[in-house]
């Protein structure tokens, strides 16, 4: 049993990687000190905050974990290590992540005096019923598929009369199962709704320039959170300390919601973000939206387990806000209906849906609805739109539905990314959206429409502001870098199965 | 004229390995009793005890040792308990050396088979909790302070091999001192090739014939005054000095990671307490809980020079004949077998350590006993808490 209270000491340190600074003499410690061990009584209330979670580190010494302690034995074997950070002013223990090192012949030299950077992952396993422990100790390499993203906080320019997108992340880790035409992302092993939800904010806080305590407000849509009770947005807030940092009760003053509708449960709050930032009374600068699935789905041979010929993992984060806006949201329309093409009950691990009965009563029916509707309601004809991006929990579904709205192949292949992701449940279709944000012009109008069973949809209409392209040497993580990587990381239909159940 | 200190007029010691079938307080009474017939006492001449232990509270749910040992003794007298043997013997002594009492019992022990699936995981309690977090095994540092020492004396290629080697005979030495040791865990030879093997298996840089094993065992001693220790014995083994000294838990953060500073201050202060020289150490048992922690523990005691131990123990080895040959001076290490062969439960581990001290000064350590140059008059145990975070001192004497 994990113990509540150690596990939120834990985490508020381990999760953001908290430490301390002398100012006097520049001293670093990892953890919290209120007092320097240099300076003595001299350093009384001069310790300053100091965090290592946006920066990168150098792997000094290591070596091969093969019989890890109980709790990390799922983890296979691992790579284990001091890393340090400000040239050696601080040194934390560390674990390697996302290595598949079974029957791999291990040369240590060649890990060591490496940048690495950290991850946000679960920190080992527990009991089904226990607290998920979560850690940044976990390191990646700089230099291999997650770049290293410095987080400078950029004073505003501009004032928009509009609310709309200002910055945006997307999550999705290098290991990939292909099968046919479809390639799916898959997590680590020690990855799950949560990290992703993270990882992904962390992303879209590095590519906005956002001071992270102005973000008043964070919904996470999800249909995999690991717990039926309690939300992954309090994880988010106190991770990125979203929100104005109350010291020293460590609270965040800042609201925080889970919501679910299947695969829209993010989509459908892209509208509450933007009228919160643009009523005055709430004061609320900026609002973050997160969709985040480890998107389940049955083995194949299992009752349900056609989905597991679909599904992706993956996170994404949008910040909505007044200034510096890149996208301006025009307008919207949501529709919904009961309709029970997909569901899960509580208590069952994978998700059932209606087979055929999904598409026709179901996908199409809401997605061709809401975007008729809306484009209806500010007088667009297809040939307004530059971009279409619909939910897309296969190849067939969105392109069917792109054709009968009018719009032609260039419209629709820039926001089709399932053929590389697989279907990321309420990341799906944010996912495509960021896809035509990374590269867009000023100007242009992207149509999104969200689909989540159960049923309903969301459509937007954005247009693009000329900020876009000077925010963009800011996001090195971009959809084409998770797709064209070169360590992008290939796994049997096993492999797969034992990382996506995880720890 | 050196310290002479409170004396050891008896010791006493089970074997090491797994005793499934006996409790832990069956264990300290062995060694107590055979600790009690060698000094020659009575149970009732105990005034007081002083116990060791790690992990009995999780391994055999037992929370106040000192209850079962006056059950067990039939005594109430004051009794305290301690994580280390040597941490039992510092207090003792200075219970003694305050003149509070004339006869202590110390003791320890350790049942780690019991619990055969969770132990390394007790083990991690040992470290600082975010080196578990982070994913640290009880072998995981020896290995990092290797990669350290190898990168700090940039040891590489044919050193590198020398370097390894050297390790390995660390624990082919070990094994053929235990084949004369009665009480070791393991006695018999394993061949310097077998610990090189068990690397290879598994691709690291330390392997199974490395790291000392999981014990249960126990091991106790009498502790006299000084003043009426030769009414019982005309060879008493005075603690000429004793000390400790701390360091971070947390390894990664330490300045220097190729030995440890709480070794070197603990010698450092038992040698000035004592008013002894390195030099006129000429036997010692060393915490070998790694056979790199053998080899760095030659450096942090001062026996070998920084960054040279395992040239030291390679041309010792290469035809050794029972003892280091360091700058022209013998230096006999771990004559029992050491934590690697002799065995290693925790609590009692450096109660071996004293009883094979005593019992070469004394010369009643039959097949194995040293053959010094001239009299063997001094020797010293040095037992860690921890990956070095706490290292204990205690110099033994006689006349």
């Known amino acids: 049993m994990t113990s509540e209270p150690i596990e939120r000491r834990v985490s508020y340190i381990g999760d953001r990687l908290r430490g301390s600074r002398c100012i006097v003499c520049g001293r670093e410690y990892f953890k919290t000190k209120d007092y320097c061990g240099k300076c003595g009584r001299k350093s009384f209330g001069k310790m300053e905050e100091v965090d290592f979670f946006y920066e990168k580190g150098k792997l000094e010494v290591c070596t091969l974990i093969k019989e890890p302690t109980n709790k990390f034995t799922k983890l296979g074997p691992f790579i284990y290590g001091i890393i340090s950070f400000h040239d050696g002013k601080v040194r934390v223990p560390g674990r390697l992540t996302d290595l598949i090192l079974r029957n791999k012949k291990i040369e240590l030299s060649s890990f060591e005096e490496r940048e690495v950077i950290p991850r946000f992952r679960r920190r080992h396993a527990v009991g089904h019923s226990d607290i998920i422990p979560t850690i940044s100790l976990a390191f990646t390499f700089a230099d291999e598929y997650y770049p290293h993203q410095e987080y400078d906080i950029v004073k505003p320019k501009k004032e928009y009369d509009t609310p709309g997108i200002v910055g945006y992340g997307v999550y999705v880790p290098k290991f990939r199962i292909k099968e046919g035409a479809l390639e799916r992302s898959i997590p680590f092993m020690d990855e799950d709704s949560i990290t992703a939800a993270v990882e992904a904010g962390k992303t879209a806080l590095v590519h906005s320039g956002v001071d992270s305590s102005l973000v008043g407000k964070v919904y996470v849509g999800s249909e995999s959170n690991p717990y039926a009770v309690k939300p992954i947005a309090s994880k988010v807030a106190q991770v990125l300390k979203l929100g104005e940092e109350e010291k020293p009760d460590g609270l965040q003053g800042v609201d925080a919601v889970d919501t679910e509708f299947a695969c829209k449960a993010a989509t459908s709050m892209f509208k509450d973000a933007s009228s919160l930032v643009y009523y005055p009374g709430a004061n609320t600068s900026y609002a973050m939206v997160i969709g985040t699935d480890n998107s389940q789905a049955a083995p194949r041979d299992e009752p349900g387990g056609e989905l597991d010929l679909f599904v992706g993992y993956g996170g994404s984060a949008f910040i909505f806000g007044m200034r510096d806006v890149i996208a301006e949201i025009e307008g919207w329309y949501s529709c919904t209906s009961d309709t029970p093409d997909f569901w899960r009950r509580d208590l069952e691990s994978y998700p059932r849906h209606g087979g055929r009965f999904t598409g026709e009563p179901a996908y199409f029916k809401h997605t061709t609805k809401a975007c008729r509707k809306l484009m209806e309601r500010l007088n667009l004809q297809p040939e307004d739109i530059s971009y279409f991006v619909s939910h897309q929990p296969n190849i067939r579904f969105p392109v069917k539905v792109a054709k009968e709205l009018g719009f032609r192949e260039e419209q629709y292949t820039a926001g089709l990314q399932v053929a590389k992701f697989g279907n990321t449940y309420s990341g799906a279709s944010p996912i495509g959206l960021a896809a035509i944000l990374d590269n867009a012009k000023p100007n242009e109008r992207i149509v999104v429409v969200s689909y989540g069973s159960g049923a309903g949809s969301d459509a937007y209409s954005l247009v693009t502001t000329s900020q876009i392209e000077e925010k963009r040497r800011r996001q090195k993580f971009t959809i084409r870098h998770q797709v064209e990587n070169e360590c992008i990381e290939y796994v049997d239909y096993d492999t797969y199965r034992r990382l996506k159940l995880g720890l | ?399």
């Open chain 2, 1 to 399: 004229m050196e310290r002479q200190g409170p004396a050891i007029i008896g010791v006493g010691r089970t074997r090491f390995g797994e005793h499934y079938e006996i409790a832990p307080e069956k264990l300290v009474e062995e060694a107590w009793l055979r600790a009690s017939e060698s000094a020659g006492i009575e149970r009732k001449d105990l005034e007081a005890g002083y116990f060791s232990d790690y992990f009995l509270q999780l391994t055999n749910k037992i929370g106040i040792e000192e209850g079962f040992l006056s059950e067990l003794s039939e005594l109430h007298i004051p009794m305290e308990k301690m994580r280390s043997f040597s941490s039992a013997l510092l207090n003792a002594c200075n219970a003694v050396q305050s003149g509070r009492y004339s006869f202590v019992l110390v003791g320890g022990v350790e049942k780690m088979t019991d619990r055969w699936d969770k132990i390394r995981d007790d083990l991690m309690l040992l470290e600082d909790p975010w080196s578990y977090y982070a994913g640290c095994t009880p072998e995981a540092n020896h290995e990092l302070m290797l990669r350290e020492y190898l990168k700090r004396y940039k040891i590489s290629g044919k050193s590198l091999e020398t370097f390894n080697i050297a390790l390995a005979q660390i624990a082919a030495k070990n094994h053929y001192h235990a084949t004369k040791n009665e009480y070791a865990q393991f006695q018999k030879e394993v061949a310097v090739e077998t610990v090189l093997e068990k690397r290879l298996q598994t691709s690291k840089p330390l392997g199974l014939y490395d790291f000392a094993p999981i014990s249960d065992g126990a091991a106790a001693l009498i502790l006299a005054s000084h003043e009426i220790a030769r009414e019982y014995t005309d060879t008493p083994v005075y603690v000429a000095g004793s000390s400790s000294a701390t360091d971070y838990i947390t390894f990664p953060s330490r300045e220097d990671r190729t030995g440890f500073v709480a070794s070197t201050a603990a010698i450092e202060s038992a040698l000035k307490m004592a008013d002894l020289d390195i030099n006129q150490i000429e036997i010692a048992e060393l915490y070998d809980q790694s056979t790199l922690l053998e080899m760095t523990s030659l450096e942090d005691l001062g026996f070998s020079k920084r960054g040279r131990a395992w040239l030291d123990i390679s041309n010792s080895c290469r035809d050794y004949e029972g003892f280091y040959q360091i700058d022209g001076k013998k230096l006999f290490v771990n004559t029992n077998g050491g934590l690697k062969a002799d065995g290693n439960p925790l609590g009692a581990t450096g109660g071996a350590q004293i009883f094979e001290i005593v019992r070469q000064l004394r010369g009643e350590a039959g097949d194995r006993q040293v053959k010094a140059d001239g009299d063997l008059r001094f020797g010293c145990a040095l037992e860690l808490e921890g990956f070095g975070t706490k290292a204990y001192i205690h110099v033994l004497g006689r006349d």
